[in-house]
């Protein structure tokens, strides 16, 4: 499968926006879904936003019209724009491929996303 590296995090205020990236080490265009997850401490991981490769994306309700994923399959890169960050955002952003019936590839380190009050 595809190695994952994600990279973008950091600390904003409330209010503040990031992009996350996800870059693969291999073509992503046959891949059914690329999804962004998160998890913070004590929490389990979520799912947050995918998109597939027709280009449907969801939505988990707490991000629905703040975040945005996007795909470039020509760069083999997954992007996630978190706009009007809140607090209870912060948690370790994670980006894997999804397959048609739900599994996923392997997890890589993440990067750290701290919104602060």
């Known amino acids: 499968q595809v190695q994952l590296v994600e990279s973008g995090g950091g600390l904003v205020q409330a209010g503040g926006s990031l992009r996350l990236s996800c870059a693969a080490s291999?073509?992503?265009?046959?891949?059914?879904?690329m999804g962004w997850f998160r998890q913070a401490p004590g929490k389990q991981r979520e799912l947050v936003a995918r998109?597939?490769?027709?280009?449907?994306?969801n939505y988990v309700a707490s991000v629905q019209g703040r975040f945005t994923i996007s795909r470039d399959n020509a760069k083999n890169m997954v992007t996630l724009q978190m706009n009007s960050l809140r607090p209870e955002d912060t948690a370790v952003y994670s980006c894997?491929?999804?397959?048609?019936?739900?599994?996923?590839?392997?997890w890589g380190q993440g990067t750290q996303v701290t919104v602060s009050s």
């Open positions: 998109i597939t490769r027709g280009g449907v994306t």
């Open positions: 291999g073509s992503i265009s046959n891949i059914y879904a």
């Open positions: 894997n491929t999804i397959s048609s019936w739900g599994g996923l590839g392997p």
